[in-house]
């Protein structure tokens, strides 16, 4: 499975304080996107543990890199 299940994104984005994990700054759920850390195509699971919530921006910037960006602290 490829997409992150709503229960799944929605923990994640709780857990980051409603934050981009990248640029830091917060959202509605409905602007994020659920992404894998470890990417998909470099053999990242679809599991909570590799779940961050993204803004659209940062998450169309970063692309399949990984580890591009440090994660803001949130």
């Known amino acids: 499975i490829r997409s992150f299940d709503r229960r799944d994104a929605l923990a994640a984005y709780e857990k ?3 934050k981009c994990a990248i640029c830091g700054e917060e959202f509605e759920f409905e602007q994020m996107h659920a992404d894998h850390i470890t990417p998909w195509s470099k053999g990242g699971k679809t ?5 961050q919530m993204l803004c659209r921006d940062c998450n ?3 692309g399949a890199q ?3 960006f440090v994660q803001h602290e949130v």
């Open 16 to 18: 980051q304080g409603h």
């Open 47 to 51: 599991t909570p543990d590799n779940c």
């Open 60 to 62: 169309l910037k970063k």
């Open 66 to 68: 990984e580890k591009l």
